[in-house]
């Protein structure tokens, strides 16, 4: 066994990985150097030898049933990823490794899901910013949508209902050139808006008469407004 | 001792780190701080004069791409379910992530939470559908927040 440990310390060295060895009872039998710094209040890891690894790992507690079947069940692993413990980010791998015994895998993801969360972070504020803008336009009366050259790429809830569509994939599904409505000869929104430049203009779209105006959100998206005209 | 696995399972930005942070440690933080995996808490709390440690799951928010791993659901005692009152939304989707919870823990007892309750008035409170198993909370003003968790406590204990 001090064999055993002497090797899979040298693999560990990088500290990336690191284990621990724990026995049926799920006490802990023996661990790799440096796993202390997952475990907040501990200095030395001495002292926890013979302790309950769930002392150190509540997150096992509730998987006793999972973790006592790795006993019997041929190859089988217990898996459990991206723990934040005492700020490192590891994941969790327990498999038989015989003599009785447990070894608990700990795989040190820190910098990966660090890099994870601030993408994630940025996409969470994305998608609150984008549903409060879209609550925004969803209040106004008039049929709002944003185009590039060639696609509608946002509407509101205005413009879905009165083409009667779910949503803005099956609009582009439709083939929806509005641009063609203002002048048959047009080949993009770009040409509509140049048009317009700046002014309000008239469209019939499907036989109702709009008010039209754009305006430029960047050198390729347009916000394109249709009020309609009560006759 | 007495150990209870409680989850707290809700869409991103509810509200469920801040709830934990007002539960454990009476904190909170106005910051919005993403969380990702899952980190635990730990509360000792004392029913009926018996002590039980309550190992609280601070669980990444579930989105439709992004479902909470099986392994972070078992052997859980209790749920709390969280939703924004300000994004109806999150609170639609709760009872989704309760269908998903009880297919892995049928027993587990559960609680929702409707919260950031502060932000809206009491009139427009009002308007949502509440079961006894429901409440407004604020881990902002420290509403409900002791309450909830203590009544969940009970559920499981007995």
Same mark, same amino acid.
């Given at each position: 066994?001090? *064999?055993?440990?002497?090797?899979?310390?040298?693999?560990?060295?990088?500290? %990336?990985?690191?284990?621990?060895?724990?026995?049926?009872?799920?006490?802990?039998?023996?661990?790799?150097?440096?796993?202390?710094?997952? /475990?907040?209040?501990?200095?030395? %890891?001495?002292?926890?030898?013979?302790?309950?690894?769930?002392?150190?790992?509540?997150?096992?507690?509730?998987?006793?049933?999972?973790?006592?079947?790795?006993?019997?069940?041929?190859?089988?692993? /217990?898996?459990?990823?991206?723990? *934040?413990?005492?700020?490192?980010?590891?994941?969790?791998?327990?498999?038989?490794?015989?003599?009785?015994?447990?070894?608990?895998?700990?795989?040190?993801?820190?910098?990966?899901?660090?890099?994870?969360?601030?993408?994630?972070?940025?996409?969470?504020?994305?998608?609150?910013?984008?549903?409060?803008?879209?609550?925004?336009?969803?209040?106004? *009366?008039?049929?709002?949508?944003?185009?590039? *050259?060639?696609?509608?790429?946002?509407?509101?809830?205005?413009?879905?209902?009165?083409?009667?569509?779910?949503?803005?994939?099956?609009?582009?599904?439709?083939? /929806?050139?509005?641009?063609?409505?203002?002048?048959?000869?047009?080949?993009?929104?770009?040409?509509?808006?140049?048009?317009?430049?700046?002014?309000?203009?008239?469209?019939?779209?499907?036989?109702?008469? /709009?008010?039209?105006?754009?305006?430029?959100?960047?050198?390729?998206?347009?916000?394109?407004?249709?009020?309609?005209?009560?006759? | 001792?007495?150990?209870?696995?409680?989850?707290?399972?809700?869409?991103?930005? =509810? +509200?469920?780190?801040?709830?934990?942070?007002? #539960?454990?440690?009476? $904190?909170?933080?106005?910051? #919005?701080?993403? $969380?990702?995996? &899952?980190?635990?808490?730990?509360?000792? &709390?004392? =029913?009926?004069?018996?002590?039980?440690?309550?190992?609280?799951?601070?669980?990444?928010?579930?989105?439709?791409? @992004? @479902?909470?791993?099986?392994? #972070?659901?078992? +052997?859980?005692?209790?749920?709390?379910?969280? +939703?924004?009152?300000?994004?109806?939304?999150?609170?639609?989707?709760?009872? @989704?992530?309760?269908?998903?919870?009880?297919?892995?823990?049928?027993?587990?007892? #559960?609680?929702?939470?409707?919260?950031?309750?502060?932000?809206?008035?009491?009139?427009?409170?009002?308007?949502?559908?509440?079961?006894?198993? $429901?409440?407004?909370?604020?881990?902002?003003?420290?509403?409900?927040?002791?309450?909830?968790?203590?009544?969940?406590?009970?559920?499981?204990?007995?």
């Amino acid at each position: 066994m001090k *064999n055993v440990q002497l090797v899979l310390n040298a693999i560990l060295s990088k500290e %990336m990985f690191h284990y621990i060895q724990i026995d049926e009872e799920m006490k802990i039998i023996s661990y790799s150097y440096g796993v202390e710094k997952y /475990f907040p209040d501990i200095e030395q %890891m001495a002292q926890i030898t013979g302790s309950d690894i769930r002392e150190y790992l509540p997150e096992l507690v509730g998987s006793e049933k999972e973790i006592e079947e790795l006993f019997w069940v041929y190859n089988a692993s /217990f898996d459990l990823d991206t723990i *934040n413990k005492n700020g490192y980010y590891i994941d969790l791998t327990i498999q038989y490794c015989g003599d009785k015994s447990l070894l608990i895998t700990i795989q040190d993801n820190t910098n990966i899901i660090r890099a994870q969360q601030k993408l994630l972070q940025s996409n969470n504020e994305l998608t609150l910013l984008q549903n409060a803008l879209q609550k925004v336009f969803d209040q106004q *009366n008039a049929l709002m949508f944003v185009v590039d *050259n060639y696609k509608i790429k946002f509407a509101n809830q205005k413009f879905t209902e009165h083409f009667q569509q779910n949503s803005i994939e099956e609009i582009n599904k439709m083939n /929806f050139e509005i641009y063609k409505s203002y002048d048959e000869n047009f080949e993009s929104y770009e040409d509509l808006f140049l048009t317009l430049s700046g002014k309000a203009g008239y469209i019939t779209i499907e036989d109702e008469d /709009f008010v039209i105006q754009a305006s430029k959100l960047d050198i390729t998206h347009k916000l394109i407004t249709l009020t309609k005209i009560q006759n | 001792m007495i150990r209870k696995k409680i989850l707290l399972i809700g869409d991103f930005n =509810v +509200g469920k780190t801040s709830l934990i942070r007002r #539960y454990v440690d009476n $904190t909170f933080d106005d910051k #919005y701080l993403t $969380t990702i995996g &899952v980190k635990i808490s730990k509360k000792l &709390v004392e =029913v009926d004069g018996e002590e039980c440690e309550l190992l609280i799951w601070d669980i990444e928010g579930a989105t439709e791409l @992004k @479902k909470i791993p099986l392994a #972070y659901m078992k +052997g859980a005692s209790g749920a709390i379910f969280v +939703g924004d009152v300000a994004r109806m939304e999150t609170i639609e989707h709760i009872d @989704k992530h309760i269908r998903t919870f009880l297919e892995s823990n049928p027993n587990s007892k #559960y609680v929702i939470a409707y919260n950031k309750a502060d932000m809206l008035s009491d009139a427009q409170l009002e308007t949502f559908e509440c079961g006894e198993k $429901t409440f407004f909370t604020s881990a902002k003003e420290n509403l409900n927040v002791d309450e909830m968790f203590k009544k969940l406590t009970s559920e499981m204990l007995t």
